[in-house]
């Protein structure tokens, strides 16, 4: 039985004896496949960086290429046309606690996450200036982001500056790659959400809508001031209008009295008898023009010597009927 394992193993590690022809065939395959092993192809949305012992050497554009074989030349294919993204804070493949909460320029806490998206612009920077280029984007982005939102309060975070805070953001992140010379391009940085803590949200969302309710009552009383001080405007430039009318009118018919009277006054200097009695006709015309009897006594002899007289009325003739008046009678 040991005989046959024997046996056995010696037929199993016998290796045939290849002749002088057959090695120079081998080894000129080996070589072969050993040249071809440097043929590569450069995708469009890729450059060719040829290194050689360690050292770039060129870089080459998308097509078919060849390098010298492994180990003298490798060619690294990075993808400068891909954009990538980086989630950071809540939810981010590295998140924690710590890396969502920054504090607001008025000394808030809030937690945010956001997106990142960057893309290679220089291959050689990318691939010789930094260890881990995307470890250095996480980083970088946090450093900025904290940056920039302290310089903000955290309503303005919350509302209406979140734009302005994710370009900023970007911004400074792009000028702190380019003094690493990263060769790294930021298209985009993106507030995801931005909310504060979880054990304060409560009472910040009570602040917030008493915020809101003061807003709204401030709009309110400005709405109806807006409402009320255009018309009472108005009322007023109306009232003052009606005054200057009235002062006019005033002034022009005691200027126009006081010329009547100056010339009256001349006249009565030349003639003070006729301006005398013709200033008594026109009082007396103005007296006994509304009267309705009228007792005239033209003798001159007293209250005894009265003569009557009858108005005539021309608009209402006398009825037929009527009875005339006698002499020495009354109306």
């Known amino acids: 039985m040991m005989d046959l394992a024997r046996e056995k193993l010696r037929e199993f590690f016998r290796l045939p004896r290849l002749g002088q022809r057959g090695a120079r065939l081998l080894g000129g395959m080996v070589f072969g ?16 960086m040829v290194i050689r012992f360690g050292k770039w ?5 998308p097509g078919l290429h060849y390098h ?4 003298i030349d490798v060619v690294a294919l990075p993808r400068v046309t891909q954009v990538n993204q980086l989630q950071i804070g809540l939810g981010g493949p590295m998140a924690t606690k710590q890396s969502a909460q920054m504090l607001t320029g008025d000394e808030n806490i809030l937690e945010a996450n956001y997106v990142v998206f960057w893309k290679i612009n220089d291959p050689a920077k990318f ?11 996480r980083m970088a982005a946090e450093s900025m982001m904290r940056e ?28 702190l790659l380019d003094s690493y010379q990263a060769g790294i391009q930021i298209r985009e940085v993106q507030l995801l959400r931005v909310d504060p803590p979880n054990a304060v949200i409560d009472a910040f969302n009570d ?5 809101a309710d003061q807003e709204r009552a401030r709009n309110e009383a400005d709405a109806y001031r807006n409402d009320i001080l255009p018309r009472a405007r108005g009322e007023a430039q109306h009232i003052v209008q009606q005054a200057e ?8 018919l ?22 005398s009695w013709r200033l008594y006709l026109d009082s007396m015309d103005e007296v006994l023009r509304h009267a309705k009897s009228v007792l005239v006594d033209v003798s001159g002899k007293g209250v005894g010597a009265v003569q009557p007289y009858l108005p005539m009325d021309l608009q209402k003739p006398a009825s037929p009927a009527a009875a005339p008046v006698a002499a020495g009678g009354t109306k």
């Open 33 to 48: 496949l050993w040249v071809v092993s440097g043929v590569y192809m450069v995708r469009p949305d890729e450059q060719g």
């Open 57 to 61: 050497i060129d870089t080459t554009s």
């Open 68 to 71: 010298l074989p492994y180990p």
């Open 127 to 137: 691939l010789f200036k930094l260890y881990d280029p995307e470890d250095m984007v």
């Open 148 to 175: 920039v939102v302290s310089r903000f309060p955290i309503q303005a975070v919350l509302s209406d500056k979140r734009q302005q805070v994710a370009d900023q953001a970007r911004v400074g992140l792009q000028r």
């Open 207 to 211: 602040v917030q809508r008493a915020r």
């Open 245 to 252: 009318a009235y002062k006019t009118q005033a002034i022009d």
């Open 254 to 275: 005691a200027t126009g009295e006081t010329s009547s009277y100056r010339a009256l006054q001349d006249v009565y200097r030349t003639a003070p008898a006729v301006v």
